[in-house]
């Protein structure tokens, strides 16, 4: 062999130390089910991540209509996370199937940091709902923050002649499923829960569903509904308006703007905690910088004065959690409606 090359040997080993360390790692990676393709896209996107993410716009998908609570959220945190990357933030509605739609359009996107969602209640119900969902909520999912909660209220027309949550309850086992209550349609935060307060009381009231909260509303104002329960953003101008009264509110603890309203808990339902919520998820598999990037700007974002202003003058409660919060919370409330949906027998027509 020449001079030249043996004055390389050391240089050579490294290079066969390399090539070894590369075959380990492929094989690790082949043993892991990942093909060589898909190995080298990831590590493609782990080097954008650390160097250039985001340097396109971002989107953010909501699976529900436009002007609803969790559309007005998506659109709230997008333009402040968007001024905090630096780059545009689009929200995409795309409704249908209770949500499952728009999610499975998320859990399907490439998980570079470009495609997010932000789903709402019917995100832990709608695995107890549907027996074939297109996604898998617990592993095609990366939760990123809690952004905020709404608490319901138990309200009845002014005119009744329940004065709380006590009179609810003795009138209903006196006259088993005689009372009535309204919801927004079946399997939502409004019908559930109805059948927890039934569960946790041993009662039966009938429940009515509608084609919205609109027309349930307009129908317990007229009478034609005994009682609702309903987001404070929904029912709370009725009941400051007085076409409503408010005899309890879901939340854990009394809440902001609602001290007068006791909770069902303390009013005779031990335990009983029910909220709407809005959260962030990315799809499972994004690059860890991404999503510890997108929770700090997050809870930022929620714990921003601007924000809080803006959440008490819609009457919702700002959380901000952290991610790993985030994903307890999503399991016990999984837990939670599985055992309601189970009990009740609910089904979706």
């Known amino acids: 062999m020449p001079q030249r090359f043996k004055k390389n040997r050391p240089l050579a080993r490294l290079d066969k130390a390399l090539a070894a360390i590369v075959l380990v790692v492929t094989a690790t990676t082949g043993m892991l089910g990942a093909a060589p393709a898909q190995a080298q896209a990831q590590a493609q996107v782990q080097v954008q991540v650390q160097g250039t993410w985001p340097d396109k716009p971002l989107k953010l998908v909501v699976p529900y209509p436009a002007g609803g609570n969790a559309d007005n959220t998506a659109r709230l945190l997008a333009t402040q996370l968007g ?11 795309r409704p249908g199937g209770s949500g ?4 499975a359009a998320v859990a399907k996107a490439p998980a570079d940091g470009y495609t997010l969602l932000l789903d709402a209640t019917a995100f832990t119900v709608n695995p107890s709902l549907f027996p074939k969902l297109p ?3 617990t592993k095609d999912f990366a939760p990123i923050s809690l952004v905020l909660q709404v608490p319901l209220l138990m309200v009845v027309p002014t005119n009744s002649p329940f004065q709380s949550v006590a009179d609810v309850a003795k009138a209903a086992k006196a006259r088993p499923g005689h009372l009535t209550y309204a919801s927004a349609g079946n399997g939502g935060a409004q019908h559930l829960a109805g059948e927890l307060f039934k569960q946790g009381q041993k009662v039966a009231i009938t429940h009515i569903p509608y084609r919205g909260g609109a027309p349930a509303l307009t129908d317990l104002i007229g009478g034609q509904v005994d009682v609702m329960f309903s987001a404070t953003t929904a029912s709370g101008p009725f ?3 007085g076409k409503l009264r408010a005899l309890a509110i879901t939340s854990p603890r009394r809440a902001e703007g609602w001290e007068a309203v006791p909770t069902v808990a303390e009013s005779g339902v031990p335990g009983f905690q029910v909220s709407e919520w809005n959260g962030l998820f990315a799809p499972a598999g994004t690059p860890r910088p991404v999503l510890e990037r997108l929770e700090a700007e997050t809870r930022a ?4 004065p601007e924000m809080k202003k803006r959440f008490a003058e819609l009457g919702v409660q700002g959380v901000g959690s952290s991610a790993q919060e985030f994903s307890s919370f999503l399991k016990a409330e999984t837990t939670k409606w599985a055992e309601v949906i189970r009990t009740s027998g609910i089904r979706i027509d």
């Open 83 to 93: 001024q905090r990357l630096g780059q545009q933030v689009v929200v995409d509605n």
């Open 100 to 103: 499952t739609i728009g999610a």
């Open 135 to 137: 996604f898998d909520a």
């Open 239 to 241: 009941v400051k308006s």
């Open 301 to 304: 974002i929620v714990a921003s």
